[in-house]
Nanobody, 123 residues
Framework: QVQLVESGGGLVQAGGSLRLSCAASGRTFSRYAMGWFRQAPGKEREFVGAISWSDGGTYYADSVKGRFTISRDNAKNTVYLQMDSLKPEDTAVYYC????????????????WGQGTQVTVSS
C-alpha cells in the first residue's frame, strides 16, 4: 500500500516556475515507478511524465518536454516535478501516481494516486 500527498501548487505568472512534490508512505517506495498527470477543467486526464524506479529514467509528454523535469529522492520517499517556463495552458490539477512496474503514460496501470494540487498560470 502506498499513500501519496502532493504539494507545491499555486498561482504563478506565465514564464515562471514551480516545483511540485509528492511524498509517499510505504517502505517499498523505491520499487515503484512514479508518474505525473494533470487534468484541466472540462478536459481529460493528461500524462505529464514518469520516472522509473530502477535507473531513474524519465519519459515526458511532448507538451512539457524541455520545460518540466521529474526527479526522485528514494531516501526521502519523494518525487518532484520541476516546472519551468510555465504557460497558461499548463493550468490544471496535478496528480502523482505510483505503479509497481513501468507504466509510462498508461494511467490505468497506476494503482495509487494522490489527491492532487492546483497549478494556475496567469497570462
Amino acid at each position: 500500500q502506498v499513500q501519496l500527498v502532493e504539494s507545491g501548487g499555486g498561482l504563478v505568472q506565465a514564464g515562471g516556475s514551480l516545483r511540485l512534490s509528492c511524498a509517499a508512505s510505504g517502505r517499498t517506495f523505491s520499487r515503484y515507478a512514479m508518474g505525473w498527470f494533470r487534468q484541466a477543467p472540462g478536459k481529460e486526464r493528461e500524462f505529464v511524465g514518469a520516472i522509473s524506479w530502477s535507473d531513474g529514467g524519465t519519459y515526458y509528454a511532448d507538451s512539457v518536454k524541455g520545460r518540466f523535469t521529474i526527479s526522485r529522492d528514494n531516501a526521502k520517499n519523494t518525487v518532484y516535478l520541476q516546472m519551468d517556463s510555465l504557460k497558461p495552458e499548463d493550468t490544471a490539477v496535478y496528480y502523482c501516481a505510483a505503479a509497481q512496474s513501468w507504466s509510462g503514460s498508461n494511467w490505468g496501470k497506476y494503482a495509487y494516486w494522490g489527491q492532487g494540487t492546483q497549478v494556475t498560470v496567469s497570462s
